[in-house]
């Protein structure tokens, strides 16, 4: 099982009658980075962020893969024992969560209720240059360099703590998976085999996230899923989470009904 970060709602009693929302992160994260918003959905939800092997407090958990990463995701929802759940994919963990909805009946779980897919890379290869690739993998990841990568995923301006949470994030991740998703995950196209997709699903672009952009994702994301649209959060580059949680969680609460 993952490790994860487990916020029980403030009233007991929505632990049953409403689902949790079990979310992943965006590549060079952590499940830390659903800090606030977990904070923020505590009135009413419980929320479950996970660590992606290989990053955060999973950076000495090895499997790399698409398939490997999906079947971790499935061995810690097994772990949760949850009976109601929203399945949420951040950027990389887009492809991994839509994946498991898709699929979850194949691998011995029940699916989630709905699937939130925010800022995600798609189910097929991802349309990286060459030199980008090569170089995030060269890249030296020092406390420079990585805050650089931050500042150019971001938009809105973080406050201070939590700018040094996230650069220390990418700090943390292990080489070889950060290595391995460059390499391999971005190329892994899984269209065939997962869609397709028949959950509920809402996926969540950034005003100012012009790599995954409204455009991008109705041509590249919506053609795989049954039932999806598409909404932007205002004002925010590609870390939803931590620049602009507030409107994200009215968003997902909004998606949720509850």
């Known amino acids: 099982m993952l490790p994860v970060t487990d916020t029980k709602p403030l009233n ?5 009658c409403r689902p949790a929302f079990v979310c992943g992160h965006s590549f060079g994260g952590s499940r830390r980075e659903w800090t606030e918003a977990s904070a923020l959905l505590a009135d009413g939800f419980r929320t479950i962020a996970v660590d992606t092997p290989g990053f955060g407090d999973a950076n000495k958990i090895t499997g790399y893969t698409v398939a490997e ?8 929802i097994k772990g949760l024992n949850l009976d109601r759940y929203v399945l949420v994919g951040h950027s990389m963990t887009g492809k991994v969560a839509a994946i498991v909805a898709s699929k979850a009946e194949e691998y011995g779980i029940k699916g989630p209720e709905k699937l939130v897919l925010l800022t995600p890379t798609p189910l097929g290869v991802e349309p990286i240059s060459q030199e980008m690739i090569d170089g995030l993998v060269h890249m030296e990841r020092n406390k420079e360099n990585c805050e650089k ?3 150019s995923h971001s938009h809105a ?6 700018f040094d949470r996230t650069v220390e994030a990418v700090m943390q991740v292990n080489p070889d998976a950060w290595a391995a998703w460059l390499l391999h995950g971005t190329q892994e196209d899984w269209i065939s085999r997962a869609s397709p997709i028949k959950t509920e699903t809402l996926i969540i672009t ?3 996230d ?3 952009s409204a455009p991008v994702q109705n041509r590249l994301t919506v053609p795989h899923h ?6 932007t959060i205002k004002g925010s580059g590609h870390l939803v989470p931590l620049e602009a949680p507030e409107a994200l969680v009215a968003t997902l609460r ?3 009904g509850n």
């Open 12 to 16: 007991e009693a929505d632990a049953n």
């Open 226 to 231: 049954q039932h999806a649209r598409v909404t």
């Open 149 to 151: 990568f931050v500042l």
């Open 157 to 162: 301006k973080l406050p201070q703590a939590i």
């Open 254 to 256: 909004e998606f949720v």
């Open 206 to 208: 950034a005003e100012y």
């Open 69 to 76: 990463m999906v079947d971790h995701y499935v061995q810690t």
């Open 210 to 212: 012009p790599e995954w």
